[in-house]
């Protein structure tokens, strides 16, 4: 297996304040947790988790011209990663409230100057990455009108340059508003597109995961399932041999930026020239090594 060109990722930078919960959140009182305070954002996630796999990266995004905005990229720029990341005054670096309990999360979210991000700032930064290979985008960008145009220019500058498209699904609340035609619309003929249960069902149907993979195939050319503990389904082509793995039984502490951190196992197996099935190993893997900590991004 070789290692890969570099990778452009595409999307939010967040500040993630992550409670993990002691029991359930009692409402109108108090609920001991354990708080944290550090980087997110489902782009900025992968990207940091690219770059831990020793992978070129570039990360475009958009911050505020605070403090948080600073640190963010401080972080991200100690980890690896090359920041095209634009600071917009006057505007607050994106934030989200994470309540880890029972193996799930719940997200408070603020999107701050993510929703700033312009097609000309993506245009360019793709552009002075000549050595990229492939391009990942978070569908977040998509998912709010804001910053959608600088999501469909993203996957418009990629297919210009001859790179290799991803997109993950991101959320299925969102995908539920704007419609599965309209969404599968905008990330049509991507050659990976990356959904967890949920965001299957919303796009596909209540069909079983090798079946959501096949319809969703009618739209990208490569379909990965996310099933968390019950790991993942590959689909290449509708009529295709179907690649499944099992996921990793660890102790879950925090699946926050877990996804994430799948995505960037995936890719970089995957651009490296692994098959599906190593490439969903080694996705599965990082995957779980992510749920074992607290925060999104890869232990120190």
């Not at 995004?61 to 600071?87: H, I, K, M, S």
């Not at 210009?160 to 993950?168: I, Q, Y």
């Not at 996310?226 to 690649?243: I, L």
């Amino acid at each position: 297996m070789t290692r890969p060109t570099r990778v452009v990722v595409v999307g939010d930078v967040i500040t993630d304040v992550v409670a993990v919960l002691s029991g359930p959140l009692a409402a109108g009182t108090d609920t001991a947790a354990e708080i944290t305070l550090g980087g997110g954002g489902q782009a900025a996630n992968t990207a940091a988790w690219v770059a831990a796999q020793g992978v070129a990266v570039t990360l475009v995004g958009a911050v505020g011209g605070d403090d948080a905005g600073r640190d963010r990229v401080a972080e991200l720029t100690r980890a690896g990663v090359d920041c095209a990341v634009e600071r917009v005054p006057g505007v607050p670096t994106g934030t989200v409230i994470v309540l880890a309990a029972d193996g799930e999360r719940t997200m408070v979210t603020s999107r701050g100057a993510n929703l700033r991000l312009s097609a000309e700032h993506v245009e360019k930064a793709v552009a002075a990455a000549p050595d990229a290979g492939h391009l990942h985008l978070s569908a977040y960008t998509l998912l709010d009108a804001s910053s959608r145009d600088a999501g469909l220019r993203a996957l418009a500058a990629a297919r210009e340059r001859g790179l290799t498209t991803s997109v993950d699904a991101a959320s299925a609340a969102p995908l539920r508003r704007e419609g599965a035609q309209t969404f599968l619309g905008w990330v049509r003929d991507v050659d990976l597109l990356l959904v967890n249960a949920d965001e299957a069902t919303v796009l596909a149907g209540g069909l079983d995961p090798a079946a959501q993979g096949r319809v969703l195939s009618a739209t990208a050319r490569r379909v990965v399932v996310k099933r968390g503990a019950a790991g993942a389904v590959w689909v290449e082509g509708r009529t295709a041999t179907v690649s499944v793995v099992a996921a990793r039984r660890v102790a879950v502490v925090d699946v926050t930026g877990a996804g994430d951190a799948f995505a960037a196992g995936l890719l970089t197996a995957w651009l490296g020239g692994a098959t599906p099935t190593a490439a969903l190993d080694r996705a599965t893997e990082l995957g779980a090594l992510a749920v074992s900590s607290v925060g999104a991004r890869p232990p120190a």
